[in-house]
């Protein structure tokens, strides 16, 4: 197992992608502490550990924090999952949305990576912040998402070159479009899911959409010792879309 021994902190894991990469760490031998808005996680797992909360408010990240630090000792690895994507012309788009755009995808990202970096154990540590490629290319409607996960690449090629003495490497895997629910419902709100399905894939080099397992794939080579030498680097798992 590829992460037998390991303390994991995954933020983000309530949904999606999170949840498809707290599976594939169980399933490595991973003790875990989860984290989401929700009150409960989706699926019940008696090892696993599951706090609750907003990552925006630091008090909340502290708290965090000192879970980890009562109940695993040290955080070998973590991954940064949580996210919150709006779109909409940038001229249109008020202050407020984008001062949330920007804190829950960038400074609540920094405010994970500054509370957990202490719980780093001796041997080193992995961090892989789940960035998007909006985060390397542009895309109308979508300019503040865009910004703060190509931030969100710069803290982490940052925090990977400030920490690397300290053996914390830190990573970033940049989905393309991948089938979680709030893609689903985001087709689901088109007058012809099917057709707009169609044109989202047409606009993929492989013509498909990611799944969450393939994402999760991704963060786990990076999270895992198979990675040792690799830090600050940025990985697209997107079909080929910012190849081409
Ligand atoms: N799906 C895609 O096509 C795609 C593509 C590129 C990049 N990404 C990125 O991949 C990550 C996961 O995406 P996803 O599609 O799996 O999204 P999702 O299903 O909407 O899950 C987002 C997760 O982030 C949590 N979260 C959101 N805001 C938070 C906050 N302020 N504090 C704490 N937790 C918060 C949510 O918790 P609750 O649900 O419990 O509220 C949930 O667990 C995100 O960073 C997203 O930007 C996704």
Redesign the pocket.
């Given at each position: 197992m590829r992460l037998q021994g390991v303390n994991a902190v995954i933020?983000?894991?309530?949904?999606?992608?999170?949840?498809?990469i707290a599976s594939h760490f169980r399933r490595e031998g991973a003790r875990l502490l989860l984290?989401?808005?929700?009150p409960e996680p989706?699926e019940s797992h008696p090892d696993d550990l599951y706090l609750?909360?907003?990552?925006?408010?630091e008090r909340?990240v502290a708290e965090l924090a000192a879970r980890a630090r009562g109940n695993l000792g040290d955080v070998g690895v973590v991954v940064?999952?949580?996210?919150?994507?709006r779109s909409g012309p940038l001229a249109e788009t008020s202050y407020e949305a984008a001062r949330d755009v920007l804190?829950?995808?960038l400074l609540?990202a920094f405010l994970v990576m500054k509370h957990l970096m202490p719980l780093a154990p001796e041997r080193g540590a992995s961090m892989v912040c789940?960035?998007?490629?909006?985060?390397m290319v542009g895309m109308p409607n979508q300019t503040l998402?865009s910004a703060a996960?190509g931030g969100l690449i710069a803290l982490a090629r940052g925090a990977a070159v400030e920490w690397a003495d300290r053996g914390i490497r830190v990573n970033v895997v940049?989905?393309?479009?991948?089938?979680?629910?709030?893609?689903e419902a985001s087709f689901q709100r088109r007058p012809d899911p099917a057709a707009y399905r169609r044109t989202r894939e047409d606009s993929i080099p492989m013509r498909r959409?990611?799944t969450?397992e393939e994402?999760a794939d991704a963060v786990l080579f990076l999270a895992s010792p198979e990675s040792s030498y690799i830090t600050g680097a940025v990985l697209p798992v997107?079909g080929g879309y910012t190849a081409f």
């Open positions: 933020t983000g894991a309530s949904s999606g992608i999170g949840q498809a984290t989401g808005r929700r989706p609750a909360g907003d990552l925006d408010d909340f940064l999952c949580h996210g919150l994507q804190h829950t995808n609540s789940v960035s998007s490629r909006l985060g998402y996960k940049a989905p393309g479009l991948t089938m979680t629910p709030v893609i959409l990611a969450p994402v997107d």
